[in-house]
């Protein structure tokens, strides 16, 4: 089998309709082979976005962190490798950079979905890497259960109850979940998925996808609706801390018309931003 090529092989803002990022009930994702563009809808659970260094997960937690932000959801980072320093200065994000704040918060948020405590929407994003590493080894107690990936799992399974919705990207599924990565991730992201990856996170009883030429940011979506691939949305980190300090577009400017975006004008938008040297391309 030979899967179609990607539309583009960079997603931006550039390549969308220019209400798009305020016209789905949920951020944008990316687009789909057929130019449509993917949605993550309020009703999605947790993300699970399983993909190796380069392959473009760093840049679908910035996507993904900024259009929340903008959407005045809160927003909290768990980033031991230091891979979004953008969100230092955004009101309505919080950088958590080191392992033992990291810890800290997980275990803070897994008290509160015991407790049955309620609290403001939030969305909790986990970067892959140093920081999934120090979830499977840091311990604050000597408990077998003193974990981060243990306070993880706790939010995981109830945290929707409670307004929490986690972002976790990862190299591979960890061990301790298992088959359990299907129930505690509604929406699954993978990035050239391997077979036992696609056996533990793919979808039920479909047959592993066949190897496909290599591309930044070309995932599978898996959700309730099936099985797709799509070509993730890319901010650089500049275009993420405009978008998520700008306000979403109006209703009524939603419904003009307009044509492609411009990115070649000064800064006077979260539209127009080009890109400058130095931006990540993870």
Not at 11 to 30: F, K, M, N, Q, Y
Not at 150 to 165: F, K, M, Q
Not at 185 to 190: D, I, K, M, Q, S
Request: proline share 10%; charged share 20%.
């Amino acid at each position: 089998m030979r899967w179609p090529p990607a539309p583009h092989p960079h997603i931006t803002l550039a390549d969308l309709p220019r209400s798009s990022v305020d016209a789905g009930e949920g951020p944008v994702l990316g687009m789909g082979d057929n130019t449509v563009p993917a949605y993550l809808g309020p009703g999605a659970g947790h993300v699970l976005l399983v993909a190796w260094p380069g392959t473009g997960s760093t840049t679908g937690l910035r996507t993904l962190a900024a259009q929340y932000a903008r959407r005045g959801t809160q927003v909290e980072i768990l980033d031991v490798s230091g891979q979004h320093a953008w969100a230092r200065a955004q009101q309505r994000v919080h950088l958590y950079g080191d392992a033992a704040s990291v810890h800290r918060r997980l275990y803070q948020l897994a008290a509160q979905v015991r407790a049955g405590r309620p609290g403001p929407a939030r969305t909790v994003l986990v970067e892959s890497g140093q920081t999934v590493t120090s979830l499977l080894r840091f311990r604050h107690y000597p408990d077998p259960g003193g974990t981060g990936l243990n306070a993880l799992t706790t939010v995981l399974a109830a945290g929707r109850l409670h307004g929490i919705r986690v972002v976790m990207a990862c190299r591979a599924v960890p061990e301790p979940w298992g088959h359990l990565a299907r129930d505690l991730f509604t929406t699954r992201l993978l990035a050239a998925p391997t077979p036992r990856t696609w056996e533990l996170a793919g979808w039920p009883g479909a047959p592993a996808p066949q190897k496909e030429p290599f591309r930044v940011g070309r995932m599978h979506l898996v959700d309730s609706g099936g099985d797709q691939l799509l070509q993730l949305l890319r901010l650089t980190d500049l275009q993420a801390a405009h978008l998520a300090a700008t306000p979403p577009v109006s209703p009524r400017r939603r419904r003009r018309p307009y044509g492609r975006l411009v990115v070649t004008a000064p800064t006077a938008s979260a539209f127009q931003i080009p890109r400058m040297q130095g931006d990540r391309r993870t």
